[in-house]
């Protein structure tokens, strides 16, 4: 979870961009890059990392701050479950990653389990939402939003990509070693837990 110097880190972060989108005083935008300046300093100290790292990471971001949005896809195969390994770190995770412009969640966790796995899919029911700062991943300086996906498998065949060098089928308790940025043992274990009871409810947050 978030340290709380994270959170309030992020918050003025958030207040600072949000400012300027919409200030014309210039004294006003003054303040606010003030804040803006305060927040990356904070965040610099608790990453560890040069400013110029951290002013990188915002340097495409404007407009009213709102949460990041990260879809991932859970395709269920003879008790198992589907997962890549990520070529970043070596580890595994279930497919997704960043919602892209244009494309609803449906469509971005289906072409997502494609591009990273192989097979096609089709999200079928909505897990969880979750907010990936009350689970134990660790901190990154955008707020974020984690919608997990229940997949039929329909077709494809396993293949790697330029993100993910390894795809296999795990059982509950034998899972290879993940990738928890991007996805926790907990939650795979809650969504082995959904397929025992379909009738449970989306996880919401």
């Known amino acids: ?84 390994r990520e070529r970043e770190d070596g580890r595994w995770t279930l497919p997704g990653g960043w919602a892209d412009i244009g494309q609803t969640p449906v469509e971005c966790v289906e072409r997502e389990i494609l591009e990273e796995s192989g097979y096609e899919a089709k999200a079928v029911k909505l897990l969880a939402v979750y907010d990936r700062s009350r689970h134990p991943h660790p901190p990154l300086p955008f707020h974020v939003y984690k919608l997990y996906f229940l997949c039929e498998l329909v077709g494809g065949a396993p293949a790697t990509s330029t993100e993910t060098d390894g795809v296999g089928f795990f059982a509950e308790d034998n899972l290879p070693e993940l990738s928890i940025g991007r996805v926790t043992a907990g939650q795979i274990a809650r969504f082995f837990e959904h397929i025992r009871h379909p009738d449970w409810p989306t996880d919401i947050e």
């Open 1 to 84: 979870m978030d340290s709380s110097w994270l959170a309030w880190a992020k918050q003025l972060q958030a207040i600072a961009q949000t400012g300027l989108t919409y200030a014309r005083d210039p004294y006003d935008i003054e303040r606010y890059q003030a804040v803006a300046a305060v927040a990356t300093g904070m965040m610099a100290e608790l990453a560890d990392a040069p400013i110029e790292r951290v002013l990188a990471w915002f340097a495409g971001e404007g407009g009213y701050a709102t949460p990041k949005v990260d879809v991932r896809g859970a395709v269920f195969r003879d008790g198992k479950v589907l997962l890549v």
